[in-house]
C-alpha cells in the first residue's frame, strides 16, 4: 500500500511574455535633415510585484545619428529612455506571491528602434521589445511513498575456486633472480 508526503519547494508559479511598443520623441540642438541611424544599448531591467502586478523597471539608451545642415554636417543625439510596465500575469494553481517570491525577468528580444522619423524638427522613432516574466515561489507537490524496501541484489564474484587453483599454479615464486 502506497503512503503519500507533501513536499514544499520552488517551483514556476507563473510565466508569460509581453511584447512592447512606445513611441517617443527627441528635439535635437540642429534641425536634422537626414537620418543616418539609430541603435539601442545599455538595457538593464528588474521586475517585483506590486498591487497584485508584476512591475518591469527598466532603461536604455538611445543613440540617433543624423544629418543636418542640407546634409552637410553630422551629429548623434544621446537620451537615456526609462521606462515602467505593469503586467498581470496569471499564476498556476492560486499560489500566492509572498515575500519569498522571486521574480525573474528575461529580454527575449532586446529594444530595436524599429522606425525613425523627422517632423517640424522633431525626430520620432518606435522602440520594440519583448520580456519574458517567471515567478518563482514556494509550492506543494504530493507524491507517493513506498513501504516495502526493494530486495538487496546478491553480486557474485567472477573468479571462482578452479580460477584460483590455477593461478596459484602459475605463479613461480623465484620470479626474482639475484
Not at 51 to 73: A, H, L, R, T
Request: include cysteine.
Amino acid at each position: 500500500m502506497a503512503a503519500y508526503k507533501e513536499i514544499v519547494t520552488k517551483a514556476i508559479i507563473g510565466k508569460g511574455k509581453k511584447y512592447f511598443k512606445n513611441n517617443y520623441t527627441l528635439t535635437p540642438e540642429e534641425k536634422p535633415t537626414t537620418i543616418l541611424g539609430c541603435w539601442i544599448i545599455n538595457h538593464q531591467y528588474r521586475g517585483f510585484q506590486s498591487n497584485g502586478k508584476i512591475v518591469i523597471e527598466g532603461s536604455y539608451d538611445v543613440n540617433i545619428w543624423y544629418s543636418y545642415d542640407n546634409n552637410s554636417k553630422t551629429s548623434v543625439v544621446t537620451k537615456k529612455e526609462e521606462y515602467s510596465e505593469a503586467v498581470n500575469l496569471t499564476r498556476r494553481n492560486d499560489s500566492n506571491i509572498t515575500d519569498d517570491t522571486s521574480i525573474i525577468v528575461r529580454g527575449l528580444k532586446q529594444p530595436t528602434c524599429s522606425g525613425v522619423e523627422i517632423q517640424d524638427g522633431n525626430i520620432n522613432y518606435t522602440v520594440e521589445k519583448e520580456l519574458g516574466i517567471e515567478i518563482i515561489g514556494e509550492t506543494k507537490m504530493k507524491i507517493s511513498v513506498e513501504d516495502d524496501e526493494e530486495p538487496w541484489e546478491i553480486i557474485d564474484d567472477e573468479v571462482d575456486d578452479n580460477t584460483l587453483k590455477e593461478i596459484d599454479e602459475q605463479v613461480e615464486e623465484k620470479f626474482i633472480e639475484d
